[in-house]
Structures are given as C-alpha cells and as structure tokens.
C-alpha cells in the first residue's frame, strides 16, 4: 500500500498539469498552430519513454507473453477507436463532444495502469514516465478544455473536466502499483505489451494525426525531436 501511495504522488503533477491546462485553454484557447507545436513535442517525449524505458524491460521477456500483450492490446484499442466513433455518430446532432470525454478519460486509465507497472518495474522507469505522462496530461488537457468550449460548455465544466480526467491517471497509476506489481513475469509481460501498444497508439492514431489537421511548420517538426531528445537527456542525467 505503501509503495502504491508514493506512485499516486508521482502522479499529482500531472494532475496539477491537467488543471492548470484546462483553465488556461477555457479562458484563452490556445491556436491551431500552438496546440500542434504541443502535440509533436509530448509524442516526441512519449515514443521516448516507450522505447527507451518500456520496450527494453518487454524484450527481456519470453516472445509469448510479449505477443499475446500486443495482441490484447491491438484489439482494445481497436475498440477503444470503435466506442469513440459510435459514440461521435449517436450525438450527432450535439456539439458536446462526449465522445472525446469518454474515450481521453479511458485512455488516461490505461495509461496510469502502465505507469504503475512501470514503478513496479523499478522506480527510474516510473518516474521518467510519469514525466512524460504528465506532458501528455498537459495537450489532453487542452484539446478537452478547448473542444467543449467550442461546443458552446460552460466555461466551469470546461475548467472542471481536464482535473477530473487527470484523476483517472491518478487512480490508474496506484491500482496498477497495488495489483499489478507482484505479479509473476508472465502475466506481467503481457500487461506491460498492452500498456506499450496503449501508448503508440495514443502518439500514432491521436497526437500526431490531429497535429497534422493543421499545416506543419519547422517548429513543429522540431517539437517532436526536441521532446525525444529532451527525454533522452533526462534519461542520461537520472543513469548518472
């Protein structure tokens, strides 16, 4: 238990993050151009933690458990990605985007299930990634902000929802500590590939597919570059 409460205070900055973004998103949207420089620079950080921190631990594990965690994976994010569009199809006729809601808060539990394996792991490998994690927090939180103050929200729920989201983080991270720490390599292995999946696809099919709504400037090439690199730097500095 104890271990489990150091992970959930691992995780308030990212909930802090979450409340300052949805705030700062809800009285002065950030543009098109801004949340794009965002969006490349947390994937650039989160394919970092993902292949400098996670995918080593998966490869020191059998090629089983391995394959049949990115199967598992694949297919929940599948259906993640098929809950997401029924629900963007049944409220087609609102402009509140529950959709969006419900699929980012899914994805933040998940993910703070992977950042609690990952201080099951060792404590360097979870407190890198909830490092990223708390920068993914920060774009999450102003796309959520931003839509539903575009869907004409009140400015409040605007504000409110990005903590309340960042709580599901929080909770991930200390079940995934207090249940999924001691489990034997196997079951570990496995889990540990549907968080990775998880993440790519989170980097993948949502940051970098709406960063490129809007046209690509050479800052926002960097910014992804710059966040791997600023990871990478982080890394070292932690090793040494």
Known sequence: MQAALLVFL????????????????????????KTAVIQHFAAGIVIAATALELLPKERSEAALPVIIGFALGICLMLSLRWLGGAIEKRNEGT????GLLIVTGLDLLIDGLVLGMAFAAGEKSGVLLAVALTLEVLFLALSVSAAISKAGGRRIVA????????????????????????LSPFPFAVLLGVGIVALLYLVVEELLVEAHE???????IAA?????LLFLIIEMLVET
């Open 224 to 228: 992804f570059f710059l966040g791997f």
């Open 159 to 182: 504000m409110a929802a990005p903590p309340a989201l960042g709580l599901l983080l929080c909770a991930g991270a200390f079940l995934g500590r207090l249940f999924f720490g001691g």
């Open 95 to 98: 402009r509140f985007p529950t």
């Open 10 to 33: 691992f995780t308030l900055p990212a909930l802090l993050v979450a409340t300052l973004g949805g705030v700062f998103a809800a009285l002065r949207p950030p543009s098109a151009q």
């Open 214 to 220: 809007v046209a690509e400037t050479p800052l926002s």
